[in-house]
């Protein structure tokens, strides 16, 4: 539903596309092959008439996925390039279209892990110290069960992991209590005390899984 740009397509064009479709950036192609993204900031501080999506310096070219891969994938490089955009290509690296953020998040808003009742925990960790059995078997010796998990380098310590557990239970304090006595470091808790129902507190709480 989201045309891509050709290179003779002229700025304004792609100015009236990205306000009809409320994006700020669309996807340049040339025959089959992905350039990049031209996005509403060039145009504007190119500021000249008759510019054409092939003048401009595209950004965003390693901005893709492949249709095989997984979404998580796709939510992973739009972050990493701060784009609301994702190309998809196939495996002869042809393009096919895009996937907007904000519809692959809607997605995983749905799931179980963010729909169902329970608390958050995010924990810090060597990566040397990382096992999810372990910290599986410690969750559930307290009678709870991981809804969901995302594991990501820690910003601050790069040689440290960051995990992000969904529980099943609202009260998080004994499987605190049980990790911390294990070593491990709780630095995040978030005690949800009802299932989400509003889309937007959905798509927060998923990112609080992405960004931890």
């Avoid at 089959?32 to 401009?56: P, Q, R, S, W, Y």
């Avoid at 692959?104 to 963010?114: G, M, N, P, R, V």
């Avoid at 069960?145 to 960051?162: A, C, F, H, V, W």
Wanted: proline share 2%; hydrophobic share 40%; charged share 25%.
């Amino acid at each position: 539903m989201i045309p891509p740009l050709k290179v003779t397509d002229d700025a304004t064009k792609a100015l009236i596309w990205m306000e009809e479709l409320r994006l700020h950036a669309l996807p340049v192609i040339k025959d089959k092959t992905f350039l990049g993204f031209l996005t509403e900031e060039m145009i504007i501080d190119h500021n000249e008439a008759g510019a054409v999506a092939g003048d401009f310096t595209l950004g965003g070219e390693n901005c893709f996925v492949y249709d095989y891969n997984h979404t998580f994938e796709a939510v992973k490089k739009a972050t990493d390039f701060d784009f609301e955009c994702v190309a998809i290509l196939n495996e002869n690296n042809e393009y096919l279209g895009v996937v907007v953020l904000s519809d692959a998040l809607s997605i995983f808003s749905q799931s179980a892990s963010i729909q169902s009742e329970g608390g958050v925990i995010v924990l810090s960790m060597n990566q040397s110290d990382y096992s999810m059995g372990e910290i599986s078997r410690i969750i559930e010796s307290n009678e709870a069960q991981i809804m969901g998990s995302s594991l990501n380098i820690d910003k601050n310590e790069p040689t440290k992991y960051r995990l992000t557990l969904k529980i099943n239970k609202i009260d998080l304090t004994h499987i605190i209590a049980t990790l911390e006595r294990f070593g491990y470091k709780v630095v995040a808790k978030y005690q949800e005390v009802k299932s989400i129902s509003n889309e937007k507190e959905r798509l927060d709480l998923l990112m609080r899984y992405l960004d931890a």
